[in-house]
């Protein structure tokens, strides 16, 4: 079924459904449009969401970068930024294949339509105009048909009229004979502008206006079929994007289960662990002893009374640090403004840049060196003597970091005897356990007399600031006479070098045998493969429990 056949007399309800789907074509390209537009704006609105809550300062200067927590928060922040990149391209998609696209079709149909209408209404024009011609033909032979059966009647009375003469009779009888011709003229005429507009009409009804209803037919079944693919165009947009979005969505799924409290806690602790000693016990200010004392009457004052004992007391008094309002510090290039802890960490990230700028410099000299071997044998290729100020150059900075080199490893040697030195005092003072066993093990009573001597004459003097050579850890005396089985495997993360009695040296990556875990003192003893146990601290390993 087709138009030119069934809708043959509908020429306005074609045009009028043809103009509603090219105005629902229009409709659609300006709906995408400000589709478009809010993808747009969702995604402007996102990245600059994304933007606000973005870390402000660099990532090697922010110490909260380390943290578990604040990765996670970073890695959802840039999912969520190309989730808005993905809202653009689908804003970019529907702008560029439905609303340029379309509407470029939109013009090229209405261009269409507009050419077959006016080809129907020049048929139509062309229909009417021989109607009107048939019509002027038609009045005009009735006209004459009028005219001659008039002068017919004229001529046959004045040849019945005996009082007429015979040239009247002669001129009536010619004025019919013209009037006859003239109808029959006109007659034939008619008949002919008849047959002209039949076989016109024919033509219009049965050949031409079908032709052009078929075509606007072809062409409104044309623009459906395109508008239905332009309905598709808006699904394919959000599809090409799912599979990254879901990789975005995946992305912020693997961040939220990527937050490691346990782990949280030890970056807060490899962060700001100053590693001094813990502060010893207070001592007893026996104010009493003033009392047995009797002044003079003749003193004027009281040299040895309470007030001046005060004030000796606190000016003897050693600084609670944790407590105590802390000054400005002068930052200097040891970093020993810092914690032990976090200077020898300082000193470690510096040492670890020099060599790898001293490494870089000398791969620097050996690639000169060839390239002058190389100018040296073919000079074609370059002066080797231009090279030279290369050279020396290079060979200053190597110099140069190797002093530094030099002068960050004696101060990270002295930053690590400085730890050690605080956490045996720590140790000595704080590792005992409060209930001992009953039975002390061999040759641990003369230790224990000496180390409570010791303590207490220690408890006697004021805490020095520098670390004191004095053994870590006051139980490493124990005998290892009776080999026990390993209770799990650990791997050294960190050189260690055991200098102090009781423990033992380990190398980085070192696979060791686990024997006895961490008592909450921060040791942990090992063994090593190629024989010796010890004590090593429980931060420098990675431990795995059978």
């Known amino acids: 079924m087709d138009w030119g056949t069934e809708l043959w007399d509908q020429f306005e309800v074609l045009e009028r459904h043809t103009q509603w789907g090219l105005d629902l074509l229009d409709k659609y390209v300006k709906f995408v449009k400000e589709r478009a537009e809010v993808e747009q704006a969702y995604a402007k609105q996102l990245r600059s969401l994304v933007k606000k809550y973005l870390p402000k300062r660099p990532t090697k200067d922010d110490p909260e970068v380390k943290f578990s ?59 009417e105009n021989g109607f009107k011609q048939l019509e002027t033909s038609k009045r005009k032979f009735e006209r004459d048909c009028r005219e001659a059966e008039k002068a017919a009647h004229t001529a046959e009375r004045l040849d019945q009229d005996i009082n007429a003469t015979k040239a009247d009779v002669e001129k009536a009888k010619q004025q019919a004979h013209l009037r006859n011709h003239m109808a029959e003229e006109s007659k034939n005429e008619y008949a002919a502008q008849l047959q002209r507009f039949n076989r016109d009409q024919a033509h219009f009804y049965f050949s031409q206006m079908p032709q052009i209803f078929d075509k606007l037919q072809d062409m409104d079944e044309r623009r459906a079929t395109r508008l239905g693919a332009g309905y598709g165009l808006l699904s394919e947009a959000e599809l090409q994007v799912v599979p990254i979005i879901g990789k975005c969505l995946e992305g912020m799924k693997v961040a939220a289960e990527s937050v490691d409290a346990k782990n949280d806690s030890q970056v807060l602790i490899e962060l700001h662990k100053s590693g001094f000693a813990r502060p010893g016990d207070l001592e007893f200010e026996d104010f009493s002893q003033v009392m047995s004392r009797v002044p003079s009457d003749s003193s004027l004052g009281t040299p040895d009374g309470r007030p001046e004992l005060r004030a000796a007391s606190s000016r003897s008094r050693p600084k609670r640090w944790p407590f105590g309002k802390k000054n400005k510090t002068v930052v200097t290039e040891d970093f020993s403004h810092l914690p032990p802890e976090q200077q020898r960490k300082r000193l470690q990230q510096q040492l670890e840049e020099r060599n790898r700028e001293l490494q870089k410099e000398e791969d620097q000299r050996e690639a000169l060196k060839k390239m002058k071997d190389v100018y040296e044998k073919t000079p074609q290729m370059g002066d080797p003597a231009s090279l030279e100020p290369r050279i020396a150059e290079t ?74 050579d004095t053994p870590i850890y006051t139980e490493f005396d124990e005998d290892f006479e009776e080999p026990a089985s390993p209770i799990g495997q650990c791997v050294a993360i960190y050189h260690f070098e055991g200098s102090s009695e009781g423990t033992i040296s380990m190398s980085e990556g070192e696979d060791l045998s686990l024997m006895e875990e961490d008592k909450g003192d921060g040791w942990t003893r090992v063994r090593r493969k190629q024989g010796g146990e010890g004590y090593v601290p429980t931060s420098y390993l990675q431990v795995t429990l059978n």
Not at 79 to 93: H, I, K, P, T, Y
């Open 395 to 468: 060979l200053g900075n190597i110099e140069r970091l190797k002093l530094e080199v030099q002068k960050y490893e004696a101060w990270l040697a002295e930053a690590e005897s400085r730890v050690l030195s605080n956490r045996g005092d720590s140790l000595s003072r704080h590792s005992r356990p409060p209930d001992p066993p009953a039975t002390a093990p061999p040759d641990s009573s003369s230790s224990s007399n000496s180390g409570s001597q010791d303590n207490k004459e220690s408890s006697e003097e004021p805490p020095s600031e520098e670390g004191q």
């Open 69 to 127: 927590q604040q990765q996670s928060f970073v890695q959802l922040l840039q999912e969520v930024n190309d989730f808005a990149g993905q809202r653009e391209l689908v804003a970019e998609s529907l702008g560029i294949r439905v609303c340029l696209e379309l509407a470029k079709y939109s013009q090229e149909m209405k261009q269409e339509r507009k050419m077959h209408f006016q080809e129907g209404r020049r048929a139509q024009q062309q229909l």
